[in-house]
């Protein structure tokens, strides 16, 4: 048999080999798509929810209006030594002039005091402080906060800018997941003045 003819067959062979590896590896992705196979991915627990709570309030922008602003070399920065404590109790603002438009609401510099058509409200203490914070409130209360819009679940209306109509469609697991955070975060104590509804 001619020597390049040999060779010939020894390429044919090689790559018949390629052909078969190729075919494996496909049946192995293909069973590892099927239900029932993937035992590693099952055995992944499920994630921690303080962790996912800390995510959420992360990405919800919730330390955007409930954690005090300061003044920073790049502009308005939150002050992380009063994380998620709210508007500061030792800042006491007047009322603005009321105004008709087009510049109707009103927001303080550390952006937890707001003014507008709705009367005047101040960022929530969400720290776990037992008096002036979120010590006393349970999971149950905070859901329901959010969900309907009512003070601690079923007081007075909660007043803009509280995001609550979007972050009610969150899902269970979400907002016990954020409440799990809230609680876990250190407690402030700073007692955020009552809010002031328009028809007071
Ligand atoms: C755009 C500003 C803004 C953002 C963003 C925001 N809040 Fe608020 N939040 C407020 C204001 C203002 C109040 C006070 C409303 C009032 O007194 O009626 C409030 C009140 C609350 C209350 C108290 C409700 C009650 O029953 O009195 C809770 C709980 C709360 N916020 C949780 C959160 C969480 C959790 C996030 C993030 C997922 C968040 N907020 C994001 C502005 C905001």
Avoid at 62 to 67: E, L
Avoid at 116 to 128: D, F, K, R
Wanted: net charge negative.
């Amino acid at each position: 048999m001619p020597y390049s003819n040999r060779e010939g067959d020894g390429l044919r062979s090689r790559s018949s080999k390629k052909l078969a590896l190729v075919a494996l590896a496909s049946a192995g992705i293909w069973l590892a798509g099927c239900p029932g196979t993937q035992t590693e991915e099952a055995a992944v627990p499920p994630p921690d929810p303080v962790e996912r709570g800390r995510y959420l309030v992360t990405v919800s922008a919730c330390n955007d209006c409930h954690t005090p602003a300061k003044m920073g070399p790049h502009g308005l920065e939150p002050d992380t030594t009063r994380m998620l404590s709210g508007h500061p109790e030792d800042l006491v603002l007047e009322a603005p002039a009321a105004s008709d438009g087009p510049w109707i609401w009103h927001g303080a510099a550390t952006k937890t005091a707001f003014a507008g058509p709705w009367g005047i409200s101040y960022a929530t203490n969400l720290t776990p402080d037992e008096e002036t914070g979120f010590g006393i409130w349970t999971e149950e209360m905070f859901i329901e906060a959010i969900r309907t819009g009512a003070h601690m679940g079923r007081g007075r209306p909660i007043m803009p800018p509280m995001p609550w109509k979007s972050y009610g469609k969150m899902t269970d697991e979400d907002l016990r997941a954020i409440f799990a955070y809230l609680q876990s975060i250190p407690p402030i104590k700073n007692d955020v003045p009552e809010g002031l509804s328009a028809d007071e």
